[in-house]
């Protein structure tokens, strides 16, 4: 069956450190995001990409990074990590044409201290 | 003003009552209507997309009223298994990209 996976699932690091959060969908999907989730703001999205070698800012971008090299991947980086990024992060894909339908990875949940 | 907006609740219902959320959206531009469920710690899944004519998944109802600018899910009789977090979904502009409101919590008791 296809499916949409995160790793890692949990990730405990320190301010400044560069961290890397996977994504890979066997979905075949041309389109894949991520968001973060906080408390009273709901998810808000960061990066997404509508094919290999495209990628894009969401509104909230700042201090994130992403690469497109094919379409099964699309992993997030935290260039130097604040305690302000602590949050759950989720990767979700959709195929070209169908905004609505998004499929979710299971989320990783980052604390940094 | 927050894009979409949502009773963050908890609403808390009895097994077998009709309960409604509603969600209002800003941008009169948007294009697609959706409800997402997110169960505790878990990853949100789409319930059902919203049409301006309204539609029906079982005991879910959804409606669109594009003039008030306001999107509503009626859940009939509801089951324990009900209880999670709903959220209202707006795609404005560029089709593949989604807006969510912060959801409003759902508890069915017994």
């Known amino acids: 069956d296809a499916e949409i996976t995160q790793s890692p699932r949990h990730k405990i690091t320190e301010t400044g450190r560069q961290v890397t959060l996977a994504c890979h969908q066997t979905?075949?999907?041309?389109?894949m995001f991520w968001y973060r989730q906080d408390l009273g703001h709901g998810l808000r999205l960061i990066h997404y990409s509508y094919g290999v070698q495209d990628t894009n800012k969401g509104e909230v971008s700042d201090g994130y990074s992403v690469s497109r090299s094919n379409t099964e991947d699309l992993p997030l980086t935290l260039e130097s990590a604040a305690s302000s990024q602590t949050s759950v992060y989720f990767c979700a894909s959709s195929e070209r044409g169908r905004a609505g339908t998004q499929y979710f990875g299971p989320g990783t949940r980052l604390t940094v201290l | 003003r927050k894009e979409v907006e949502q009773d963050p609740g908890p609403f808390n219902v009895p097994e077998g009552a009709t309960v409604a959320f509603n969600c209002t959206y800003s941008n009169s531009a948007s294009q697609s209507f959706f409800w997402y469920r997110q169960d505790c710690r878990k990853e949100p899944k789409l319930l059902m997309s919203v049409y301006s004519s309204g539609n029906e998944d079982g005991r879910f109802t959804a409606q669109l009223n594009r003039a008030s600018q306001y999107i509503s899910l009626l859940i009939r009789d509801s089951k324990l298994s009900d209880s999670a977090t709903y959220l209202c979904?707006?795609?404005?502009?560029?089709?593949?990209?989604?807006?969510f409101g912060t959801g409003t919590r759902l508890q069915v008791t017994l």
């Open positions: 979904v707006v795609s404005t502009g560029t089709a593949s990209k989604l807006t």
């Open positions: 979905w075949n999907h041309n389109n």
